[in-house]
């Protein structure tokens, strides 16, 4: 498990190929936010390993789809089966590529459709799209290039508002209905007449998390603007991730490293 900034924590469920072994699930990727998890793909077992890193199936937000392979989706309707059993009665998204829906349509015509809504989100842009907002962060969905229609998702944390220095309150006597708008970036005029710009009064927020989710081996097309990006990210974090990344450990690593998950290549496939 990462954790980023002590708000995003992304625990990796399954980094094998379409072949599990006796050490490795097939790819999922469990996001948590606050109380929220995000799915990133949804393979054989992933629901077991939900189970083992204590991550509560309620809590799960929305589920991410990169691309209908096995490896990657046969894992979501034995979740969404124990959703039900669960008495789920809150709205599930599921984000993913063309058929996916219809996938499942063929699942429920012969087992129990879930006893909650299920919301299917159809991916179908050729250019970078934010496909999901809350208050706390968007996500963005990107094309890859593979064998069939793949794509990437972007989970990037909203921007903070400034740091007011407290000394300059102080200083100033700014009155409390003032602090919100120089937080927000706006200069303060004080009694006098004198106005004090705005970096003299703040203090820059926290970066951002920006996180990636994203197999190497997967190239980008049709995003140019978006690519020096992610290649950045992998050419930072690249000799960092791989040698923990080689096999799935039994215990819960706890890695300082930039706020960014990269996948490593898998073999076959």
Not at 114 to 128: G, Y
Request: charged fraction near 25%.
């Amino acid at each position: 498990m990462y954790l980023l900034k002590m708000i995003f924590s992304v625990i990796i469920l399954g980094s094998s190929a379409a072949l599990p072994t006796s050490q490795r699930y097939p790819t999922a990727q469990a996001l948590q936010v606050d109380e929220q998890v995000f799915l990133i793909d949804c393979a054989e077992g992933a629901q077991m390993q939900l189970r083992r890193y204590k991550i509560k199936l309620r809590q799960i937000r929305a589920v991410f789809i990169s691309h209908l392979h096995g490896d990657h989706v046969f894992g979501l309707p034995g979740l969404l089966s124990s959703l039900s059993l669960l008495d789920r009665t809150e709205p599930l998204d599921v984000f993913g590529p063309p058929y996916l829906e219809e996938w499942i349509a063929g699942y429920m015509k012969y087992f129990t459709p879930p006893v909650f809504p299920l919301q299917f989100h159809t991916l179908t842009a050729d250019e970078p799209e934010i496909i999901y907002e809350d208050k706390r962060m968007t996500v963005a969905c990107f094309p890859l290039k593979h064998r069939i229609p793949t794509w990437g998702y972007l989970f990037r944390e909203k921007g903070k508002p400034l740091n007011i220095r407290k000394d300059m309150i102080d200083f100033y006597h700014i009155p409390i209905r003032d602090i919100r708008a120089i937080k927000a970036g706006a200069d303060y005029r004080t009694e006098e007449g004198k106005l004090i710009s705005n970096k003299q009064l703040t203090h820059p927020p926290v970066p951002p998390v920006l996180m990636p989710f994203v197999q190497i081996r997967f190239i980008l097309t049709n995003c140019r603007r978006w690519s020096k990006a992610l290649i950045c990210c992998i050419t930072k974090q690249l000799m960092e991730t791989t040698e923990n990344h080689g096999r799935e450990k039994r215990s819960i690593q706890r890695l300082r490293m930039p706020p960014v998950l990269l996948l490593p290549p898998k073999p076959g496939n």
